[in-house]
Nanobody, 115 residues
Framework: QMQLVESGGGLVQPGGSLNLFCIVS????????VGWFRQAPGKEPEGVAK???????VYADSVKGRFTISRDNAKNTVYLQMNSLKPEETAVYYC?????????WGQGTQVIVSS
């Protein structure tokens, strides 16, 4: 069964940090490009960061210098280190794995940035 499971979300104060995890099962992660997306209440989903098979990365302008995406293919895991979090980054964060026309999504993990 193909599955992505996100974890690591929670409540954090503005300026704080969180590390999100996306654990993949049922397929070999190393063939896939992986990305993190988020959807805030009442807003459209937006891409946050993505990492290719060659480990090249792309970030949304809003998170550059604060977020880091990485992958460990041996552990079938993708990470998103988030620093200096802002209240407007409160959202459900989703992990996505893509290969050509094949897309897998996780169920998401809630991040709340609030004092």
């Amino acid at each position: 069964q193909m599955q992505l499971v996100e974890s690591g979300g929670g409540l954090v104060q503005p300026g704080g940090s969180l590390n999100l995890f996306c654990i993949v099962s049922g397929f070999a992660l190393n063939y896939y490009r992986v990305g993190w997306f988020r959807q805030a209440p009442g807003k459209e989903p937006e891409g946050v960061a993505k990492i290719a098979r060659d480990r090249s990365t792309v970030y949304a302008d809003s998170v550059k210098g604060r977020f880091t995406i990485s992958r460990d293919n041996a552990k079938n895991t993708v990470y998103l280190q988030m620093n200096s979090l802002k209240p407007e980054e409160t959202a459900v964060y989703y992990c996505n794995a893509r290969l050509a026309s094949t897309n897998f999504w996780g169920q998401g993990t809630q991040v709340i940035v609030s004092s």
